[in-house]
């Protein structure tokens, strides 16, 4: 799954800097002299934000399943208050990531352009650090706590 997700990804990450700084995109959609695919640009653009979005969900999903599988086992796993805390955390991550990228594609599939579901990924540089602030702070206060309680 991470293979899959790399190369859209890089590629992904050129198309939106080339709209963001005026270049034109078209060059990247040119397909060699005599190849007939059978689709305009504009499914091409769409199909690779579609792949794009859906290698997030995949990867980022996939690590909420494990970290919750992890949750799930805490008392096994001997996990104190903090590190729940932070297990926890780490889901809404992953799952910040997920509801961006679902985002996207609700986007797109609603007949937005491609460009618009892309720049909906310029969200995660907003709500990761927000949701990062706020964990830090809990999970300073959870260490207090813990380190001013006796332990048994």
Known sequence: ???FY????????TFLWSLIIGEGVEPMFVLPAGVDWGGGSFFQRSGMMYFY???VVGVFGLLALMVTHAYRLREKL?????EVFLT???????????????????????????????????RMPVLHPAAGIYTGIRAERIK???IATPSR
């Not at 790399?6 to 990450?13: R, T």
């Not at 001997?78 to 903090?82: A, N, P, V």
Request: net charge negative; glycine share 12%.
């Open 1 to 3: 799954m991470v293979l």
């Open 6 to 13: 790399a190369y859209p990804l890089k590629f992904l990450a």
């Open 53 to 55: 979005g859906l290698g």
């Open 78 to 82: 001997e996990l104190d208050e903090l």
């Open 88 to 122: 926890v955390a780490s889901i809404r991550a992953h799952l910040i990531t997920v509801g961006i990228a679902l985002l996207s594609i609700l986007v797109l599939a609603s007949g937005g352009q491609p460009g618009i579901a892309g720049i909906i990924y310029f």
């Open 144 to 146: 207090d706590r813990l």
